[in-house]
């Protein structure tokens, strides 16, 4: 499941500028298609622009996402007479048709992100590895250690410390945690996680199970380790030291 931006001036939902969005697990949040838009869109794993209706309008929207440096891929929704005037020099990833069904839908999304996640990785051959304290995930291998020793995770069990690791601190609600790692489409109830929770921390063994901590009546959070939490106070203190600081500047003698 990816979370993905429609950018579209329509007054539709997602499924009705692209329906096969509606079959797909993807997360999907609508913005005005709009430059101004995208001073606070959330991130996002791909951007949709609708062209459809005003493919002038949406070809310099594709340009001008490029401008701001992001490298987010980004697909253009047109019609069949558009399809025939699109130009690789606007700037966007791929065109797909809004008729265009779920399948191919997916394959390009998928794609899309996949060519993004390899370009990230040959930039950053660490890009893929998930650090948090004596905790180590590798996406890439889909392996865990801590400490320095394997953990022997079903898939589940590792894609809900992966999630919880890229997040440290940040306390998610068992029906959040429900959402991200099992998807949208699973009709299980949120005792799963509990379970989950249960067997991982299992795994991580008694001197590391207070790891996944318990957030009474809310859910659960990966409990930052000591010495990066002083770090990252330390680095705030410092970054808060910095902009108080009074600015000043040296004149030329004359």
């Given at each position: 499941?990816?979370?993905?931006?429609?950018?579209?001036?329509?007054?539709?939902?997602?499924?009705?500028?692209?329906?096969?969005?509606?079959?797909?697990?993807?997360?999907?949040?609508?913005?005005?298609?709009?430059?101004?838009?995208?001073?606070?869109?959330?991130?996002?794993?791909?951007?949709?622009?609708?062209?459809?209706q005003d493919?002038?309008?949406?070809?310099?929207?594709?340009?001008?996402?490029?401008?701001?440096?992001?490298?987010?891929p980004v697909?253009?929704?047109?019609?069949?007479?558009?399809?025939?005037?699109?130009?690789?020099?606007?700037?966007?990833?791929?065109?797909?048709?809004?008729?265009?069904?779920?399948?191919?839908?997916?394959?390009?999304?998928?794609?899309?992100?996949?060519?993004?996640?390899?370009?990230?990785?040959?930039?950053?051959?660490?890009?893929?590895?998930?650090?948090?304290?004596?905790?180590?995930?590798?996406?890439a291998t889909?392996?865990?250690?801590?400490?320095?020793?394997?953990?022997?995770?079903?898939?589940?069990?590792?894609?809900?410390?992966?999630?919880?690791?890229?997040?440290?601190?940040?306390?998610?609600?068992?029906?959040?945690?429900?959402?991200?790692?099992?998807?949208?489409?699973?009709?299980?109830?949120?005792?799963?996680?509990?379970?989950?929770?249960?067997?991982?921390?299992?795994?991580?063994?008694?001197?590391?199970?207070?790891?996944?901590?318990?957030?009474?009546?809310?859910?659960?959070?990966?409990?930052?380790?000591?010495?990066?939490?002083?770090?990252?106070?330390?680095?705030?203190?410092?970054?808060?030291?910095?902009?108080?600081?009074?600015?000043?500047?040296?004149?030329?003698?004359?």
């Open positions: 499941m990816s979370a993905l931006l429609l950018l579209t001036s329509a007054l539709q939902t997602s499924t009705e500028v692209l329906p096969a969005l509606g079959l797909l697990g993807h997360q999907v949040k609508i913005l005005p298609a709009e430059g101004s838009a995208l001073l606070e869109a959330p991130d996002s794993d791909l951007l949709l622009v609708d062209g459809r493919l002038a309008h949406a070809r310099d929207l594709c340009r001008l996402i490029r401008t701001t440096g992001t490298d987010v697909l253009l929704v047109v019609t069949e007479g558009g399809l025939a005037v699109v130009n690789q020099d606007w700037g966007m990833d791929d065109v797909v048709l809004h008729t265009c069904g779920p399948a191919e839908l997916g394959a390009r999304i998928k794609l899309a992100i996949g060519r993004l996640a390899a370009q990230r990785e040959a930039a950053d051959p660490d890009a893929h590895l998930i650090r948090s304290g004596e905790v180590l995930v590798d996406e889909y392996t865990a250690k801590v400490g320095g020793r394997a953990l022997d995770l079903t898939f589940k069990e590792f894609e809900l410390l992966k999630f919880l690791a890229q997040h440290p601190g940040r306390v998610f609600t068992r029906q959040q945690l429900l959402q991200e790692v099992w998807g949208y489409d699973y009709f299980g109830g949120t005792r799963t996680v509990d379970v989950h929770v249960r067997r991982l921390r299992a795994k991580l063994g008694p001197e590391n199970e207070t790891l996944i901590g318990t957030v009474r009546n809310v859910g659960y959070r990966f409990v930052l380790p000591a010495k990066e939490k002083e770090a990252a106070a330390d680095a705030r203190t410092t970054e808060t030291s910095t902009q108080a600081s009074p600015q000043t500047t040296t004149e030329p003698v004359v």
